[in-house]
């Protein structure tokens, strides 16, 4: 058996393991993990979609650019969120050890171990091509901040309720002339 059949033939147990070891880096992944519905559930069912399409890039062996597309569409969610770039990045190096693991499990597919090298070579581009997708968006992110700030719509969107911070001021000046 040659490698490409054999990652082929194990495609669905690797995507299954690869997207459970993903979706396990949130706080919410049991949510992501079981709820179907794409639109009650888009980033699970973005990380699914995004990583399944990046795996079938990887098999037939297309250039970075061409999957680039569907790494966008799982790393511009995690550069939303609070991860550092490191855990933004690290699902993308995590399916040469999910492959391992697949691999080590079938007596079948424990000698193609020795032939990986090529395979990690190309999750490492992806991984390089992703850690790049994940500082544009947060250079956009930033950017997007920077012009709420300039323009002070930050006061509408990050600021408490005006009539509140109006009424706390009140309590506060009527305690002090209290004392």
Same mark, same amino acid.
């Given at each position: 058996?040659?490698?490409?059949?054999?990652?082929?033939? !194990?495609?669905?147990?690797?995507?299954?393991?690869?997207?459970?070891? &993903?979706l396990?880096?949130?706080?919410?992944?049991?949510?992501f993990?079981?709820?179907?519905?794409?639109? /009650?559930?888009?980033?699970?069912?973005?990380?699914?979609?995004?990583?399944?399409c990046?795996f079938?890039?990887?098999?037939?062996?297309?250039?970075p650019?061409?999957?680039?597309?569907?790494?966008?569409?799982? =790393?511009?969610i995690?550069a939303?969120?609070?991860f &550092?770039?490191a855990?933004?990045?690290?699902? =993308?190096?995590?399916?040469?050890?999910?492959? !391992?693991?697949?691999?080590?499990?079938?007596?079948?597919?424990?000698?193609?171990?020795a032939?990986l090298?090529?395979?990690?070579?190309?999750?490492?581009? /992806?991984?390089?091509?992703?850690f790049?997708?994940?500082m544009e968006?947060?250079?956009?992110?930033? !950017?997007?901040?920077?012009?709420?700030?300039?323009?002070?719509s930050?006061?509408? &969107?990050?600021?408490?309720?005006?009539?509140?911070?109006?009424?706390?001021?009140?309590?506060?000046?009527?305690?002090?002339?209290?004392?």
């Amino acid at each position: 058996m040659h490698l490409s059949e054999a990652l082929k033939q !194990k495609r669905d147990k690797i995507l299954s393991l690869w997207i459970e070891r &993903t979706l396990d880096s949130y706080i919410s992944s049991g949510f992501f993990k079981q709820s179907k519905d794409r639109f /009650a559930n888009p980033v699970g069912a973005n990380i699914k979609e995004g990583l399944s399409c990046l795996f079938t890039a990887l098999l037939k062996g297309v250039e970075p650019k061409e999957y680039a597309e569907s790494l966008d569409q799982v =790393i511009r969610i995690r550069a939303v969120q609070d991860f &550092t770039p490191a855990q933004a990045v690290a699902p =993308i190096l995590e399916l040469k050890w999910v492959v !391992k693991q697949v691999f080590s499990a079938d007596k079948e597919c424990r000698p193609l171990l020795a032939e990986l090298d090529s395979f990690d070579c190309d999750v490492d581009r /992806a991984a390089l091509v992703a850690f790049d997708l994940y500082m544009e968006s947060r250079d956009r992110l930033h !950017k997007a901040r920077i012009r709420e700030l300039k323009s002070g719509s930050y006061i509408l &969107t990050d600021s408490a309720c005006a009539s509140a911070v109006v009424r706390q001021n009140l309590q506060e000046v009527s305690q002090i002339s209290k004392h």
